[in-house]
């Protein structure tokens, strides 16, 4: 692939000084132009503007840019920081930076939080929690009866809506998901650890290092 210096990044706005990033983020700079590398070819897949579109998005997630699922698709929302409509180099870096597995669990929480909290009341009401059950379970190909969807949204409520209020705010969501970890086990890519491993050729040409932070 070559080498990538930081004066890559700067020569389009959408991309930022892989210090910076690296800087504001669990991840050092030689995984910051790795993740370049990936957002290359996601950026480039469909629309070739150096910006990752919601069908490519979906695209690299699903390998189909049709598939509509309300979970990419609140994925893509919460990545889109800007709310352009697009994800830029930093929106991507800063919002996979979530999914570090050294990242605090307590940010993984308030992530999964925004994710369910679908109309961005600041609260998750039944009828959000069941959508995103069911998307959920769509992504995974799994397959459930009416009544089992219902029975899993019904014990989280009662599991999780402490006040019996009819809706779950983000202390009763911190209290809910420390005590059922399950439930953040998407919010881990274990491979990000190790995300210039899956660009070796990269890594040794690389002109940077992590003494430059």
Not at 96 to 102: C, E, K, Q, S, T
Not at 185 to 192: D, E, F, H, I
Not at 200 to 212: C, K, R
Request: hydrophobic share 40%.
């Amino acid at each position: 692939m070559g080498c990538v210096s930081s004066k890559q990044f700067k020569r389009a706005k959408e991309y930022e000084d892989p210090n910076i990033l690296a800087k504001e983020t669990t991840f050092s700079v030689n995984e910051v132009e790795a993740l370049y590398q990936l957002y290359k070819k996601i950026s480039h897949s469909i629309f070739q503007d150096g910006l990752i579109h919601k069908e490519e998005f979906q695209l690299a997630l699903f390998r189909n840019s049709n598939k509509k699922n309300l979970f990419a698709d609140r994925i893509f929302d919460l990545f889109d920081l800007k709310r352009n409509g697009v994800i830029e180099f930093g929106e991507f870096v800063r919002s996979l930076n979530i999914f570090h597995p050294d990242t605090p669990m307590a940010e993984k929480i308030a992530f999964a939080f925004r994710l369910y909290d679908l109309r961005g009341t600041g609260f998750i009401e039944r009828e959000e929690l069941k959508e995103m059950v069911l998307a959920i379970l769509n992504e995974s190909e799994l397959i459930l009866s009416d009544d089992a969807v219902e029975q899993i949204v019904d014990q989280t409520f009662k599991q999780a809506d402490m006040n019996e209020d009819g809706k779950i705010d983000s202390e009763e969501w911190k209290a809910f998901a420390s005590k059922n970890p399950a439930l953040l086990k998407n919010m881990t890519l274990p491979y990000l650890k190790d995300i210039t491993m899956a660009f070796p050729s990269f890594v040794l040409n690389s002109g940077a290092s992590d003494e430059e932070l």
